[in-house]
């Protein structure tokens, strides 16, 4: 049996749940969450079916996922019945579990680190990631059997933290798009969102949080003076508010500039699929789902070199990157979005749909996880699972 073990799987946590459910639904296995009780009953679980073990209501519980000693318990149980466990995140409580009880039961583990080796990372509470490093995470990488990345950029930006430890670049699915109609799903995003009939489309689609420069964006929307163009931005909250990102652009006149919020299902769906072009200007993303949920649906994203991605699909002409994070570049970079003509766009929504149909698919996801369990586990116990395709 596999185990996923996570933090805090509820909706709330975006792409990193995304990537733990898709563990579990393509590979089997169970989930468990050490999960803040305030987040769960706030946002609810990310899918139905995975175990919630609520941490500690206290400055710990908040910041490092700590446990009760019976909740702890728990979780070591679990472990011990796993022939394999898949860990998703650092710098968390369930590190340790998973090092202690892995060890003690000659259990093989595999670690996805979900971007947190990115040295943007440590630009932020870094002596005490120092510390985890120091007192767990030297060993628990040490004795681990495998560390997965979703990108070769995040694998090398890695190597100095973890030297020596095995990495393995397995991309990320994404859904097989819809087979939506185009026209009519412009027609219903132009309608619903208040906008003139006949703009061309870019969409934001993240975490309300200042790591993904959402004020640098709509600034550089604003700045670029595209004609007949509209940025939707719509996400959950982080550190921003709703009301706080459409302030900003209210301040400083950005009117084709709306927050929408989070959209789900067929609205999602129905976005995807309207949208012209899809716009990532974050400091850190390792894969960044959104953008290749757009790409699948055949919108090519403009991106900023904090995407691991962003090399990647310059070099197959399927996105425009910027070289660096000045205001400047991003204007640039949204004018020739804005200027390209019809069968150029078209060409480069081709390739970006290729690119995700030859990259993103969950047959290639499974292939390549299950030949990587199975070498670790000695068997092929993987291949029992009925994966989606």
């Not at 989070?262 to 609205?267: D, I, K, L, R």
């Not at 310059?314 to 804005?338: E, G, K, N």
């Not at 200027?339 to 970006?352: E, F, L, Q």
């Amino acid at each position: 049996m596999i185990l996923n073990v996570t933090v805090d799987y509820t909706k709330e946590s975006g792409g990193s749940s995304l990537t733990v459910q898709q563990c579990s639904q393509t590979l089997g296995g169970q989930i468990v969450s050490l999960t803040r009780p305030s987040s769960l009953s706030a946002f609810g679980s990310y899918s139905e079916g995975c175990i919630h073990i609520p941490v500690e209501e206290s400055f710990l519980g908040n910041a490092y996922n700590y446990l009760s000693k019976s909740n702890a318990q728990r979780v070591r149980e679990h472990i011990k019945a796993a022939d394999l466990v898949i860990c998703h995140h650092l710098f968390r409580y369930h590190n340790q579990l998973i090092l202690q009880e892995c060890l003690a039961s000659d259990i093989p583990y595999v670690v996805v680190p979900n971007g947190s080796l990115d040295p943007y990372v440590f630009t932020y509470n870094n002596a005490r990631k120092q510390v985890w490093f120091v007192l767990f995470g030297n060993r628990f990488f040490r004795n681990a059997s495998a560390v997965i990345y979703a990108t070769q950029r995040e694998m090398i930006k890695a190597a100095s933290r973890v030297s020596g430890a095995r990495g393995q670049v397995i991309g990320w699915p994404v859904r097989e798009p819809q087979n939506l109609d185009r026209d009519n799903c412009r027609e219903l995003v132009w309608s619903r969102y208040r906008l003139p009939r006949g703009n061309r489309l870019y969409l934001m689609l993240c975490r309300l949080h200042s790591m993904k420069r959402i004020f640098e964006a709509i600034r550089g929307f604003k700045d670029a003076e595209l004609s007949n163009a509209a940025l939707l931005i719509a996400g959950t909250e982080g550190d921003y508010t709703m009301k706080q990102v459409s302030s900003y652009a209210q301040s400083i006149g950005a009117t084709n500039v709306s927050v929408i919020g989070p959209v789900y299902g067929s609205e999602k769906e129905e976005l995807l699929a309207a949208c012209d072009f899809s716009l990532n200007t974050s400091h850190r993303e390792n894969y960044c789902y959104s953008i290749v949920e757009g790409m699948s649906y055949g919108a090519p994203p403009v991106l900023t070199p904090g995407n691991d991605l962003a090399l990647t699909l310059a070099q197959a002409d399927c996105a425009i990157c910027c070289p660096d994070y000045d205001d400047r570049s991003l204007v640039q970079a949204l004018r020739r979005s804005a200027t390209m003509g019809y069968s150029d766009t078209a060409t480069m929504r081709d390739r970006a749909r290729e690119w995700a149909r030859k990259n993103a698919t969950f047959g290639a996801f499974r292939e390549n996880a299950c030949q990587l369990i199975n070498e670790i586990t000695n068997s092929s116990v993987c291949f029992d699972v009925v994966g989606e395709s």
